[in-house]
């Protein structure tokens, strides 16, 4: 089909998938296993797109005789409060069967003799113990890539989504985007849709995270759906100042120490454990580096030879960046600085309802980093153990709803108004024909010169937060002004203007939570509030006339849902 | 953050177009060759992760490890790019 002048492809799906890492695939596979015709469109390739190729290959992997209250406790208290005990069980003990399951199927796992998951523990973020299997995560994923296809799901690569499309009453009907390729527009048809696109870097010096920039969370917005937990959306890795690298947490777990210019351990200094949870290690970083004592070098010479070859073999991509470099960190210590990385890190996104993933728009559900993880992950970051395990399992869970509310749906038959394609289509198209506009790259710029400051993403203030919300709502107005140079452009317009209005909702959020606990430190307020703030944050976007913004409100754990959707383990039995 | 590609080695099969999470790469002819050959047009959005080189049959890419110099934005940019360049000491 033409329209104005551009080509558009129309696809029809029971579930339409938004995002292939590890929890969009396995979503697309639930699904599909459940009976849905499933479509999957992602930004680049599915098996090797999101963050989830990059993730270490630290899973999470308690077993039934394992102490879960003691790691329960633990968790919480580091990952200080706002977890949902209940639900962070259900996501535990699925992940271990979903994971059995991977492992009977022929994932890239770790092994012993006998075939079974090989079983390690790794003191990692501070923890005393944590089981975990080793997997090779960009194998891991081309493995899900597979069990997707050969459950029928097709796929739409290198398309963005630009918006998603309702009926007259709300209900979701389907989704506009385009293919930055083939320079082609998209419009799908779909009563249900799967938001597993990630968190949101806002293109943060950390690797293989350029490609999240928070559309799914910024799509659903607009939607009218809730962000929950959106101030704790500004997480830090440690990361090589000569390479975008990763994998810290598991180096200091296995005996890295940061050192100060004085030499000093810095942990120790600022009184942490050693290795530290990811967000204490972050502040004590950045406030080394404010107060003058930079580099901070990271000093891996107690690591022994087999250490060292297992981090390579689960960062086998890092290793070759810094074998490259020509310099060989674990013989010599090298700076290290604090890495931004976003929502990555942090637990703020989508909010559901019940473990489905179902939102306040229906038919819309949520997985992976784009849903919001602070009943699994609190305050605190889940590090790559238990990310993983909530990308798997979130995932899991909302393929199956999806199909279901697809088959509930169906009868009826989604019905959709020619005017909302006519005005998606518009939308996706506009910095295309612009004659004149800011470029993508001038406000990305802009955009992060306000998301990456640590006194506003750090030390915060209530009128350095104001100062920066009243700057980024400037900047996110002028990115309906952006112009595209092509195709390939368009796509980064579409990011920036969907990582502005992620970063609006992080800022609006962090005005209303007057404490400080994980990732969200407070200078005004700098302890850890009593019972009244053991409550979470829900950002929903309104509209003010021609203008919008985002209102903050309270709101009780106990109203979550924690029955995840039956039939999980049939599936997984076979 | 750049991305070489031997021409000489590329076989024009548009995996790496695929692949890229950031779209770096298009097929662009090239005199003397049968099939379009690799070209990454984009390589100020490259983000050094490889996957490219991963999946590429032919072995023609390379993607240097080098971090490309942080924008003045970033807090400690100078200092960064100093340590980078000036060894740890």
């Known amino acids: 089909m033409i329209w104005r002048g551009y080509r558009v492809s129309e696809w029809t799906c029971d579930v339409l998938m938004i995002g292939a890492g590890l929890a969009g695939l396995t979503a697309a596979w639930a699904a599909a296993r459940e009976g849905a015709r499933v479509l999957v469109a992602c930004k680049g390739f599915a098996g090797a797109d999101g963050v989830s190729p990059f993730a270490g290959g630290v899973v999470l992997y308690l077993l039934p005789e394992d102490d879960e209250d003691g790691f329960l406790q633990e968790h919480e208290r580091l990952n200080e409060g706002l977890i949902h005990p209940e639900v962070l069980r259900r996501v535990i003990r699925q992940n271990t069967s979903l994971w059995q399951a991977w492992g009977r199927w022929g994932a890239p796992l770790e092994r012993e003799i006998d075939g079974s998951p090989r079983r390690r523990w790794l003191r990692i973020g501070g923890r005393s113990h944590v089981p975990r299997l080793a997997v090779d995560s960009m194998k891991m994923m081309q493995f899900l890539r597979r069990l997707a296809l050969r459950s029928g799901v097709r796929l739409l690569e290198q398309t963005c989504i630009t918006r998603l499309l309702q009926d007259a009453g709300g209900t979701l009907v389907g989704a506009v985007g385009f293919q930055r390729q083939e320079g082609k527009l998209v419009i799908i048809r779909a009563p249900a849709v799967v938001m597993a696109s990630g968190g949101c870097s806002w293109r943060g010096a950390h690797m293989g995270q350029h490609n999240v920039m928070g559309d799914g969370v910024a799509i659903a917005a607009r939607l009218g759906a809730e ?141 992976g980093d784009a849903a919001m ?111 595209a140079r092509d195709w390939h452009d368009l796509a980064c317009c579409h990011e920036v203007r969907h990582a502005a209005l992620v970063a609006e ?70 | ?57 032919a072995n023609c890419l390379y993607v240097s490890p080098e971090r490309s110099p942080l924008h003045a934005v970033w807090p400690f940019h100078e200092e960064i790019e100093k340590t980078k360049n000036g060894g740890n000491k």
């Open chain 1, 505 to 574: 909702a992080m800022l609006a959020s962090a005005v209303v939570r007057e404490e400080s606990r994980g990732w969200h430190r407070r200078l005004d307020f700098p302890n850890r509030g009593g019972p009244e703030w053991e409550v979470w944050t829900a950002a929903r976007l309104r509209q003010d006339g021609a203008d919008m913004d985002f209102e903050v409100q309270l709101w009780l754990p106990s109203s979550l849902g924690t029955e995840p959707p039956e039939g999980a383990d049939d599936l997984l039995r076979e």
């Open chain 2, 1 to 57: 953050m750049i991305c070489f590609v031997n021409e000489e080695r590329c076989v024009g099969c548009g995996l790496c177009v695929r692949v890229c999470p950031l779209d770096v790469f298009r097929m662009v002819p090239r005199d003397g060759r049968r099939k379009p050959v690799a070209c990454a047009v984009y390589p100020e959005d490259c983000m050094s992760c490889f996957i490219c080189e991963e999946y590429c049959p």
């Open chain 1, 227 to 367: 962000l929950a937990s959106m101030e704790f959306c500004v997480s830090y890795v440690a990361t090589c100042s000569l390479f975008d690298s990763h994998g810290q947490c598991v180096l200091a777990a296995l005996g890295g120490k940061f050192r100060n210019s004085l030499g000093e351990n810095i942990l120790i200094r600022h009184g942490l454990p050693e290795p530290a949870p990811t967000h204490q290690l972050a502040l004590a970083m950045v406030l080394e580096l404010l107060e003058g004592r930079g580099p901070i070098q990271f000093d891996l010479r107690g690591i022994s030879e087999n250490e060292r070859r297992d981090w390579e073999e689960r960062f086998p991509l890092v290793a070759r960046g810094l074998r490259r470099t020509g310099r060989d960190i674990f013989a010599e210590p090298v700076p290290w600085f604090p890495g931004f990385t976003g929502s990555i890190g942090g637990s703020g996104g989508i909010r559901w309802q019940r473990l489905g993933g179902e939102t306040n728009v229906p038919g819309l559900f949520v997985a």
């Open chain 1, 373 to 483: 993880r602070t009943p699994v992950t609190g305050a605190g970051s889940g590090i790559t153990f238990l990310n993983l395990a909530w990308a798997g399992v979130s995932g899991l869970w909302a393929g199956l709803s999806a199909a279901r509310w697809a088959r509930g749906y169906l009868a009826a038959g989604p019905e959709w108004t020619r005017e909302a394609i006519e005005e998606g289509l518009k939308e996706t198209v506009g910095p295309l024909e612009r004659r004149t506009g800011f470029s993508s790259r001038s406000l990305l710029r802009q955009l992060q010169q306000v998301v990456v400051d640590p006194c506003v993403n750090f030390l915060r203030t209530r009128e350095g937060l104001q100062a920066a919300l009243s700057r980024i709502r400037e900047i996110r107005r002028e990115t309906e002004m952006l112009r």
